[in-house]
């Protein structure tokens, strides 16, 4: 694919420690259906179906996006259904996300789209797609205004799509030949029967594919399965591929990575530790007990590994922000009755 990752660079990890932690008093959701969504200078926390929050790193709460907002299309029918499946930050401010219009009658998508929210969580606009897909995630492109569209056709085949900032379609396969040694979905092969099976495939290729856009008018791809590299995506719709080394790790040790973050120049993977004896329970699907996180800094041009640190355990909860050489993360803690409180840990050296 043209580009090669630089070579391995030894760091030792840095331990991290808590610096600061801050109750999120506003924030007090059933323990169902919360689900936290990574962003830049803030982040976001689902509490219901199709409605977010913005929190920002002092810890303040904003509404984020809701559904109920979004105003009913002409010629939507009286019990045709809106829904809101994810969301990503909109690089030039505020919020965007897929929109998909369900039909009533045959229960299939009539339209898809894309909403963007302002910074105050208000509703703006929507840019309705001319190509009908069961989207799940959008990035959008910094500078272009295009968008990248992951989701699966009307034939349950996985598509990752490149649309203009008017919703018109300019590449219908972004991946095509691309990944190697992947699903089908991802690599253009012959159409699957539309099977129990190929829906469950299809779904989960989408559904693992994390979109993160970049400040340099590039999205970046990322999915466990594809192991230690990012594919980068230009707002033309060509692809590059970012091997990322290996990081320090205790001898008998690996690493299983399962997710990626961008900010500015950099590229932060998180990995789950565990002992290499282990690994091979990991693709049976066999329980496997986590060790500790690692997370390794790498640049976002050429992929070589510039920084490493370590949580052994002790922070908890779950990343959804980085500073420079800082990291946030949002842990719960379930009350009697069911319901969560929520603080924001801030950690660092």
């Not at 999120?24 to 959701?29: A, D, N, T």
């Not at 039909?103 to 898809?112: F, H, I, L, N, T």
């Not at 230690?228 to 990081?247: F, H, N, T």
Request: glycine share 12%.
């Amino acid at each position: 694919m043209g580009q090669t990752g630089a070579p391995q660079v030894p760091v030792p990890p840095i331990a991290l420690s808590v610096l600061s932690r801050t109750e999120l008093s506003g924030l007090r959701i059933n323990r169902a259906g919360w689900r936290p969504v990574l962003g830049e200078g803030h982040f976001y926390v689902q509490t219901g179906a199709g409605k977010y929050v913005s929190v920002d790193l002092d810890g303040e709460i904003r509404p984020g996006l809701d559904i109920a907002n979004v105003p009913r299309p002409s010629g939507m029918g009286p019990h045709d259904i809106l829904r809101i499946p994810d969301m990503a930050q909109d690089p030039r401010g505020g919020a965007i996300a897929p929109l998909a219009w369900y039909d009533a009658s045959s229960g299939a998508v009539a339209k898809a789209g894309i909403a963007r929210f302002d910074d105050h969580g208000n509703y703006d606009s929507t840019v309705w797609l001319d190509t009908v897909l069961y989207v799940l995630h959008v990035a959008k492109f910094s500078s272009s205004g295009n968008y990248l569209v992951a989701g699966y056709d009307d034939h349950i085949k996985f598509q990752l799509s490149l649309f203009d900032f008017r919703g018109r379609l300019l590449v219908a396969s972004v991946l095509a030949g691309v990944i190697d040694g992947d699903s089908p979905h991802v690599t253009g092969a012959a159409e699957e029967p539309q099977t129990g099976n190929a829906i469950s495939n299809a779904t989960a290729d989408a559904a693992f594919l994390q979109l993160a856009s970049g400040d340099d008018d590039a999205v970046y791809l990322f999915k466990p399965s594809w192991g230690r590299r990012v594919i980068r995506v230009a707002s033309s719709g060509k692809c590059s591929e970012i091997p990322l080394p290996k990081p320090w790790f205790s001898a008998g040790d690996s690493g299983l990575p399962t997710a990626m973050y961008v900010s500015h120049n950099s590229v932060y993977l998180f990995e789950g530790v565990v002992s290499s004896a282990q690994q091979a329970d990991v693709g049976a699907g066999k329980p496997t007990e986590i060790k500790r996180i690692s997370i390794s800094v790498y640049d976002i041009h050429d992929g070589s590994l510039s920084a490493s640190f370590r949580d052994d355990g002790a922070l908890g909860g779950i990343l959804v922000s980085v500073a420079p050489r800082q990291f946030y993360f949002l842990k719960a803690e379930q009350q009697p009755g069911g319901a969560l409180d929520f603080w924001l840990v801030r950690t660092g050296q």
